[in-house]
T-cell receptor, first 114, second 118 residues
């Protein structure tokens, strides 16, 4: 069975600090997808990134970057120069190729203070 | 693109009544829709998966007679909480996905429905 672990329950930083959210996953399948979603206080899940298991290339999108390492089964998310608007709960998730079994981590609540 | 809506966004009902929540894919045809439940400060838990025109597949521990799911068209799925009780109060989120292009592996989520059962 798949499992996603987000060990950091809550993180608090001051604006402009860099912050890394950890995600470790478990699966026996060789083909899978990893995701990060942002859930602001409004509750709506905002899709941030999808990465398939064959693509270990790291990705940067503005202040966001993701580090995917299959050797350690990790898919960490870094926010550079954090802003107050980044305050939200961030979920890491894993799904198998057929997309019928998506598992979420427990989430990390990020608070960015001005 | 890939917009999913839910209605209502908020519902308060009395214990024993039934509540219907709609999930619509606005700009694509969703072959598969998913229903999740999220309790306060907890993660999303998959309740069921539904494919258009067929019966939903429920996760272990989810009562199919209590949470009725209908996926009658490629753009609409409904979740009916029958005889709701206070312990059913939660945040219900749907998501939709479609096959046929490179985006098929991504689920797009609705804004969620907050249910409060008094």
């Amino acid at each position: 069975a798949q499992k996603v672990t987000q060990a950091q329950t809550e993180i608090s930083v001051v604006e402009k600090e860099d912050v890394t959210l950890d995600c470790v996953y478990e699966t026996r399948d060789t083909t899978y997808y990893l995701f990060w979603y942002k859930q602001p206080p409004s509750g709506e899940l905002v899709f941030l990134i999808r990465r398939n298991s064959f693509d270990e290339q790291n990705e940067i999108s503005g202040r966001y970057s993701w580090n995917f390492q299959k050797s350690t089964s990790s898919f960490n998310f870094t926010i550079t120069a954090s802003q107050v608007v980044d305050s939200a709960v961030y979920f890491c998730a894993l799904s198998l190729y057929n997309n019928n079994d998506m598992r979420f981590g427990a989430g990390t609540r990020l608070t960015v203070k001005p | 693109g890939a917009v999913v809506s839910q209605h209502p966004s908020w519902v308060i009902c009395k214990s024993g009544t039934s509540v219907k929540i709609e999930c619509r894919s606005l700009d694509f045809q969703a072959t598969t829709m998913f229903w999740y439940r999220q309790f306060p400060k907890q993660s999303l838990m998959l309740m069921a998966t539904s494919n258009e025109g067929s019966k939903a597949t429920y996760e272990q521990g989810v009562e199919k007679d209590k949470f009725l799911i209908n996926h009658a068209s490629l753009t609409l799925s409904t979740l009916t909480v029958t005889s709701a009780h206070p312990e059913d109060s939660s945040f219900y989120i749907c998501s939709a996905a479609w096959w046929g292009n490179t985006e098929q592996e991504t689920q797009y989520f609705g804004p969620g429905t907050r249910l409060l059962v008094l």
